[in-house]
């Protein structure tokens, strides 16, 4: 709790710096969508269940998805927040043997990313930002486990909320007075058994000084321990989104 303070002390710093520069705000929202396959792992009593999931397999067993980015500008500091809510199920067979005929995983996640990134370098062809954030997650896993030759149902179900540290850099590549490219990755965690990371690219559309669009693809990745046993999510796919500046 104390490190956690302190680190959210320091954004709190970086963001009153960021206020006596003289140059004006400037922000923009987007909404985007996010195909991504999902690969998780999760440590039931009775063992480990993989689950593999594509990105056609996510959209059919998608129950909820709500996904948003918001980033503020003044000067060189440029401050972003990025938001994932996605609930989803899917059953496949169980690694039980007979014991169970399948096994339906049900993956609630909450996650919001912070991020203070300063502006080292700006010309015509390159901006380079690197910065430091954050990112919190809620993660709500559960199993059940249908009748097979035992003729009874499991059930079990494991969650938790946490924060991680994180470093980040991000391009910006302007290709001309419309086209852009943009790739940023960060990664952090507390510890080895709690570690995060991501990574993406895109390509965005400027349509007038107002709105954009962008299409790319992105991976995030979380590995921490709930209930003890140690889990692992790898979110992985496309997205496209939108974008309005003001």
Known sequence: MKRTATFFAALALLAGQASAQSSDWNYTATLYGWFAGLDTSVDTPRGTINAELSSKDVLEDLDASLMAAFEARRGPWGFVVDGVYSKLSAGKATPFGQSFSEAVVET???????????RFHSSPTLKFDAGAGF???????????????????????IGDSWVDPLLAARVILPINDVWTATA????????????????LASVQYQFNDNWS??????????????????????????????????
Do not use: C
């Open 184 to 199: 940023l990755v960060d990664f952090g965690g507390t510890g080895s058994d709690d570690k995060t990371w991501q990574a």
């Open 213 to 246: 669009a962008a299409f790319g693809y992105r991976t995030m990745n979380l590995q921490h321990d709930i209930g003890g046993r140690p889990n692992e999510i790898t979110l992985s796919g496309p997205f496209i989104a939108a974008g309005f500046r003001f």
């Open 108 to 118: 609630k996640l909450s996650q919001v990313t912070g991020l203070a990134l300063y």
């Open 135 to 157: 990112r919190w997650f809620d993660v709500d896993m559960g199993v059940t486990l249908t009748p097979g030759s035992l003729g009874v149902t499991r059930t079990s179900s």
